[in-house]
Nanobody, 115 residues
Framework: QVQLVESGGGLVQPGGSLRLSCAAS????????MGWYRQAPGKLREPVAQITSGGTTYYADSVKGRFTISRDNAKNTVYLQMTSLKPDDTAVYYC?????????WGQGTQVTVSS
């Protein structure tokens, strides 16, 4: 069984910053890919950023230069540092991990960017 616990969402003004965290626990040896997706009201869930066990990163074009993903393999934790936040970044952010050909999702954390 795998559990993902997310934290760090909230309300922030445009131009502000937030840091999301997601800690994974359960029965696994190592995690191949850790990442974040988001889903805004009325829209499909979309990938935001991913990082492999070797440190290779992927970012959606909309967040490049503003968001930074990192991971602590010893703690099975992935982070998303979000800066220069815009109202369009408002969404529920979901943690995702991949290993052994399977996907696991967190419960989601709300990020609202508004003045």
């Amino acid at each position: 069984q795998v559990q993902l616990v997310e934290s760090g969402g909230g309300l922030v003004q445009p131009g502000g910053s937030l840091r999301l965290s997601c800690a994974a626990s359960g029965s696994f040896f190592s995690i191949d890919v850790m990442g974040w997706y988001r889903q805004a009201p009325g829209k499909l869930r979309e990938p935001v950023a991913q990082i492999t066990s070797g440190g290779t990163t992927y970012y959606a074009d909309s967040v490049k230069g503003r968001f930074t993903i990192s991971r602590d393999n010893a703690k099975n934790t992935v982070y998303l540092q979000m800066t220069s936040l815009k109202p369009d970044d408002t969404a529920v952010y979901y943690c995702n991990i991949k290993f052994s050909g399977r996907n696991y999702w967190g419960q989601g954390t709300q990020v609202t960017v508004s003045s």
